[in-house]
């Protein structure tokens, strides 16, 4: 299995300002994602990131919004622009665990508090 | 997309078996059922994966009847600790990975 780091770990924030999420593997993956979760809520998946094309947007998330980067396949970087109260939430950064038996299985970091004032 | 339904929540006790189901009525041919699990301000952890029947490995049991439009994880004498959300999953390699995660089962164990 991944061992996945996410700095920072929490943040409080201004509305207006923008907050950038590292994720860091100790492997190299094929697919990274990026998922958001409201506090007593499920996730939902914002984009998937592949190293060297641009990420994939599920809808209702745009690329203004939260772009993305993917500069190799141990790292990648999720910023929330323009924040404002509605963005506070989980942020997780999983990986894509399927090279073994398991299909669809991926492993997460431990996500990302943001509270936006 | 199959989409899955699970109870809510669930109350057990200590060192009791706990059962729980998932019912996923448009399961496709191709689809995998995966189990997580979830601890408070933690990211969701791989429990099991089963395609049909029965699947057990060191922390849970997966049983997928034959017509696979439900499973059930079990997992055996609880602990305090295994107080968590879990949910099932269902989803194949070709989804690209649109998994459609529920509300999930906020499983509560009591002494």
């Known amino acids: 299995s991944a061992v996945i780091s996410q700095k920072p770990s929490r943040d409080i924030c201004q509305r207006g300002t923008s907050l950038t999420i590292q994720c860091q593997v100790d492997?190299?993956?094929?697919?990274m994602f990026w998922y958001r979760q409201q506090p007593g809520q499920s996730l939902t998946l914002i984009a998937t990131?592949?190293?060297?094309?641009?990420?994939?947007?599920e809808s209702g998330f745009v690329i203004d919004k939260f772009p993305i980067s993917r500069p190799n396949l141990t790292f990648s970087t999720l910023t929330v622009s323009n924040m404002s109260p509605e963005d506070s939430s989980i942020y997780l950064c999983?990986?894509?665990?399927?090279?073994?038996?398991?299909?669809?299985?991926?492993?997460f970091g431990p996500g990302t508090r943001l509270t936006v004032l | 997309l199959a989409k899955t339904t699970q109870p809510i929540s669930m109350d057990s006790y200590e060192g009791q078996e706990v059962n729980i189901t998932c019912s996923h009525n448009?399961?496709?041919?191709?689809?995998?059922i995966t189990w997580y699990q979830q601890f408070p301000s933690q990211g969701p952890r791989f429990i099991i994966q089963?395609?049909?029947?029965?699947v057990t490995n060191e922390v849970a049991s997966l049983f997928i009847p034959a017509d696979r439009k439900s499973s059930t994880l079990s997992l055996p004498r609880v602990s305090l600790s295994d107080t968590a959300v879990y949910y099932c999953?269902?989803?194949?390699?070709?989804?690209?990975?649109?998994?459609?995660w529920g509300a999930g089962t906020k499983l509560i164990i009591k002494p």
């Open positions: 448009n399961i496709a041919t191709n689809d995998y």
């Open positions: 999983s990986v894509d665990g399927s090279s073994g038996a398991h299909t669809d299985t991926q492993y």
């Open positions: 089963g395609y049909k029947t029965k």
């Open positions: 492997s190299q993956v094929t697919m």
């Open positions: 990131a592949n190293q060297g094309s641009e990420a994939t947007y």
């Open positions: 999953l269902v989803g194949d390699s070709g989804s690209n990975y649109q998994l459609i």
